[in-house]
């Protein structure tokens, strides 16, 4: 038996992670979440989901995630645990073609001819007439009839078959499949008008073949770089702002379904000693230079001290700076419509920052002449 993983949803989700007035897990197609070790799987429609610690995230949507629930995809049909294929079709596990496939005439063993008797003749001699009296009895050396010998049905003889089942087996109450299922294969021997043999893979219904050929959508949070603006290299008594630049979290779809990260807040530590760290909703707002206003909740803003001479970053000095980053994994079942949150992720970045001070620059001046001149 052969392991072969589904290229295309998924686990059964046991609680809901969302945010206040956010969450709609207890509705039908909302996502649900469980966590494994350092990942969360969880389900929203026909698709399972899937988060690592690290800020990686996917899906695999069974019928490419337009059904709203696996019940709906399956048409009130079971889930589909097995299925038979011709032998050598390991590399077509789940066709596209749902057409039958000429497997040819059902082999049969046909049971010996048997020959019709032949009548043995009338071993009594005929008598010979001594008068031309009318003839009386029954003649002999006539043929009797004999009836038609039963021939027995052919027999169905048993054939080589490669037979897919999907494993593990599904959840039995959402019939959501496992993050992880697998198509183990083997090759079985089997009648081919055994009513109890599994179905072949045409015999499925559409939304057994859409249930088990699934499409798989990978994303992840884009690590960006921690930056002051409006300048790069703060001096003493000046605001700035941290932010978080170029970090992102696309947005991948299959079908209905959709996941997506969404940078939630930034937590900085500005490096010097004895101070707070500060924080702002978002990746924090970039200051234009020669704005007055660097104040408010999406405002990570700070003021040196001290400069970052004798500071305790790698680079020569600098200070260790370093920004905390929530990111929210969300996923949707109404492309995009409503949004619930599978789980929050946290990623540090860090950046050496040069403080400096205030140079004043001294020009003397010299003496005037009563000419004007010096």
Do not use: I
């Given at each position: 038996m052969r392991a072969r993983t589904l290229v295309v949803a998924l686990a059964v989700g046991l609680s809901a992670l969302a945010a206040p007035g956010d969450a709609r897990a207890a509705e039908a197609g909302a996502a649900r979440s469980r966590s494994a070790g350092g990942d969360v799987h969880g389900t929203a429609g026909s698709c399972a989901?899937?988060?690592?610690?690290a800020g990686a995230y996917g899906m695999r949507c069974a019928g490419g995630g337009t059904a709203r629930s696996y019940a709906e995809l399956l048409g009130g049909a079971p889930v589909p645990a097995c299925w038979l294929l011709p032998a050598g079709s390991e590399h077509d596990l789940t066709p596209a073609d749902a057409r039958p496939v000429d497997l040819g005439p059902v082999p049969t063993s046909q049971p010996p001819a048997v020959p019709e008797p032949v009548p043995a003749p009338d071993p009594s001699p005929t008598p010979v007439p001594t008068t031309t009296a009318e003839p009386t009895g029954t003649p002999t050396g006539v043929p009797t009839a004999v009836p038609a010998p039963v021939v027995p049905p052919p027999v169905d003889l048993p054939e080589q078959f490669l037979r897919v089942c999907l494993s593990p087996a599904p959840d039995a109450r959402t019939l959501a499949p496992a993050w992880d299922t697998t198509l183990l294969t083997s090759t079985v021997t089997l009648l081919r008008r055994d009513p109890g043999r599994p179905r072949?893979?045409?015999?499925?219904?559409?939304?057994?073949?859409r249930y088990a050929t699934r499409a798989e959508a990978r994303g992840g949070i884009v690590e960006g770089t921690l930056a002051t603006t409006p300048s790069r290299t703060p001096r003493i008594g000046q605001t700035v702002g941290f932010s978080a630049v170029a970090a992102a979290a696309p947005t991948i779809a299959l079908g209905r379904s959709r996941m997506r990260g969404v940078l939630t807040s930034l937590e900085v530590q500005p490096g010097e000693p004895g101070r707070r760290p500060v924080t702002c909703t978002g990746p924090g707002r970039e200051l234009r230079a020669g704005e007055g206003d660097r104040t408010g909740p999406d405002v990570c803003s700070f003021r040196y001290e001290r400069t970052s001479a004798a500071g305790t970053g790698q680079a020569p000095d600098t200070w260790a700076v370093t920004g905390t980053e929530t990111w929210r994994i969300e996923?949707?079942?109404?492309e995009g419509a409503t949004w619930d949150v599978l789980r929050e992720v946290r990623r540090s970045v860090r950046v050496d920052l040069r403080v400096t001070e205030v140079q004043t620059l001294v020009v003397p001046v010299s003496p005037v002449t009563a000419e004007g001149n010096p």
């Open positions: 989901l899937w988060s690592s610690a072949f893979w045409w015999e499925l219904t559409a939304g057994q073949r996923s949707s079942a109404d």
